[in-house]
């Protein structure tokens, strides 16, 4: 089975606040993507990546970058944290052969004080 | 660009009773359609896609979605409710079907199953 992991299920921060979201896939997939999940709002992609050290804004990526310096792993980071990403931010992979067919982990619900 | 729209942000029906929730996409090429589940404090999970071959197609949990392209409509059915059911549902669209720009997911609806 297709293993995305994500390194936290909750986090607390504090406004002004470097934050590192941590993701993590086992089978060998190009592309991966962060999400963030709001009421309401369904899915946003924040930011997408099709291959090592690449990297795609997508709908949201103000006040947010990301680092894919290893296949297997792409970071979500806020450089700043504001109260305005407290969220559910959702990680997914999937293989440049069956492409939309996203694999997800489990969430990091953050809350930004 | 391509869009989806889901009707109800809330679905209730009856253990047993018919489960129909809507979704419409806006595209402006021949559109690949999914639907996705998240079930309570789980990340998404793919249900049924549709890629342009069948336009009925069955998904996992007895689920299946019906392709029609007068009512740019992919509508997601299951016969009969079960409370293992209750989860929130996306609707997708991918105008791609290649390249890595991700797909564009609807609101979600939350279908709950009353006992």
């Known amino acids: 089975d297709v293993k995305v992991t994500q390194s936290s299920r909750y986090l607390v921060k504090r406004t002004g606040e470097k934050v590192f979201l941590e993701c993590v896939q086992d089978m060998d997939h190009e592309n991966m993507f962060w999400y963030r999940q709001d009421p309401g709002l369904g899915l946003r992609l924040i930011y997408f990546?099709?291959?090592?050290?690449?990297?795609e804004k997508g709908d949201i990526p103000e006040g947010y970058s990301v680092s894919r310096e290893k296949k297997e792993r792409f970071s979500l980071i806020l450089e700043s944290a504001s109260t305005n990403q407290t969220s559910m931010y959702l990680c997914a992979s999937e293989s440049a052969i069956a492409k939309n067919i996203q694999y997800f982990g489990a969430g990091t619900r953050l809350s930004v004080l | 660009a391509q869009s989806v729209t889901q009707l109800g942000s809330h679905v209730s029906v009856s253990e047993g009773a018919l489960v129909l929730l809507r979704c419409n996409y806006s595209?402006?090429?021949?559109?690949?359609l999914f639907w996705y589940v998240q079930y309570p404090n789980q990340g998404l999970q793919l249900l049924l896609k549709?890629?342009?071959?069948?336009?009925l197609v069955k998904g996992i949990n007895g689920f299946e979605a019906e392709f029609k392209k007068s009512e740019t409509s992919f509508h997601l059915t299951k016969p009969s409710a079960h409370m293992s059911d209750a989860a929130e549902y996306f609707c997708?669209?991918?105008?791609?079907?290649?390249?890595?720009?991700?797909?564009?997911f609807g609101k979600g609806t939350h279908l709950i199953i009353q006992p």
């Open positions: 595209s402006s090429v021949p559109p690949y």
């Open positions: 549709y890629t342009s071959a069948a336009t």
């Open positions: 997708a669209v991918s105008d791609s079907g290649g390249g890595a720009d991700g797909l564009t």
């Open positions: 990546s099709y291959d090592v050290k690449m990297k």
